[in-house]
């Protein structure tokens, strides 16, 4: 692994670079959130290296960087939202979601055949990327679920030995100022749709709450149970209630849920709402007919929160847990204390591929 501190060696830095990405390796670069992960974008091989340096992803996808929006047309469609995003607010922190044309293969591709595509304001990185002619992969050096890094050495006792292993430069800036990762604005609709921007400022709410229950999880049944015993300790009150789930794809909300709905007494096998917006479970408490809303937003958009059912749900004095709540985070903190009704968030992340950890917050 070379390492090479970028202001005493600049050029040299960038040929190394260049050659670098063109053999398919990996290399660590500055950027104006923090330190990357890039490789060639269009080659497969390299690809299947970055993931491995990763560690357990699920499905997310990797962002790419370009030199500009020349550079992006050929890759990606350019609708009018997006161009207007390239026109007036790039380069800069935020990803670009568009679709792809069919240049790109996955993990830069997502399912959904879209991709993110960054074009960052760091001249340094510009640069490289000018001078390899291709767009390069643009995800935070870190192992996946790990904390931003901002400093080579930090990452560098942070970084298991294989992911370390597999790195060929390091592109050293120093200490990076420590910005928040880039807001994700997703125009594949030719409609605007913020995605991460919620996501931070559910996570910073965080910090104003009181954390009441954290633990690792090691199978699916104990994340259920988990979900079971939140109902038992903090759901005692026969009132309208708001449980916000955060988590990547797969990570356990649905499962979460079903705890609290199999300590409510609901019969019913509990599935994901994605494509339903709200699924209801009828259960019996005290006595009295209740429901459970179990609500995801994945598939909202801006304008479609109020029209969801989530008002009336809340009316009616029902618990509603919503998976995906960092997307509309504000709108949903507002509405709880519009209507003086509680809030509890449920954060829950990956450790591996089968374990993880869950923090439970009271707003």
């Known amino acids: 692994m070379l390492r090479i501190d970028i202001n005493q060696k600049k050029e ?17 670069f500055p950027c104006e959130t923090c330190y990357g992960l890039g490789c060639d974008a269009t080659n497969p091989k390299a690809l299947a290296k970055l993931l491995d ?10 962002s790419i960087a370009v030199s500009g929006k020349e550079m992006a047309e050929k890759y990606v469609e350019i609708n009018e939202m997006a161009d207007n995003l390239y026109k007036n607010y790039l380069p800069g922190p935020i990803t670009v979601i568009s679709m792809s044309k069919g240049e790109l293969v996955p993990p830069v591709v997502s399912i959904q055949g879209a991709v ?3 074009y960052p304001d760091y001249d340094y990185l510009l640069e490289v990327i000018k001078a390899f002619g291709k767009p390069i992969t643009s995800t935070s050096a870190n192992v996946s679920y790990k904390s931003a890094p901002y400093n080579i050495d930090q990452l560098m006792k942070d970084l298991p030995k294989k992911s370390k292993d597999l790195v060929d430069l390091i592109l050293d800036a120093g200490t990076l100022p420590q910005n928040p990762p880039s807001t994700v604005l997703d125009t594949t609709m030719n409609q ?9 400022e559910f996570e910073n709410a965080l910090i104003k709450n009181k954390k ?4 690792q999880t090691k199978l699916t049944e104990e994340t259920i149970q988990l979900g079971k015993e939140f109902v038992d300790k903090y759901l005692k009150e026969d009132m309208p209630i708001v449980i916000a789930l955060s988590g990547e794809l797969g990570a356990g909300k649905t499962q979460f849920t079903k705890g609290i709905a199999q ?14 917006i709200i699924n209801e479970y009828p259960y019996i408490r005290d ?10 937003t994945w598939r909202l958009e801006n304008n479609e929160l109020e029209k969801s059912g989530l008002i009336q749900h809340l009316e009616q004095g029902n618990i509603v847990v919503i998976e995906w709540a960092d997307k509309f985070y ?18 829950i992340k990956y450790i591996s591929l089968e374990e993880r950890n869950i923090e439970i917050y009271e707003a």
Do not use: W
């Open 263 to 276: 300590s409510l007494g609901v019969k019913e096998i509990v599935n994901s709402p994605t494509y339903t």
């Open 330 to 347: 504000q709108e949903i903190a507002a509405l709880c204390d519009n209507m003086n009704i509680p809030m509890y968030k449920v954060v």
């Open 53 to 62: 340096y990763k560690k357990f992803r699920g499905s997310k996808p990797i």
């Open 116 to 118: 993110g595509v960054r």
């Open 287 to 296: 006595g009295e007919k209740k429901v459970l809303a179990h609500m995801d």
């Open 192 to 200: 605007l749709s913020v995605l991460r921007q919620g996501k931070l």
């Open 212 to 215: 009441i229950e954290e633990k």
């Open 12 to 28: 040299e830095s960038i040929q190394k670079a260049v050659s670098i990405l063109k053999d398919g390796g990996l290399l660590i």
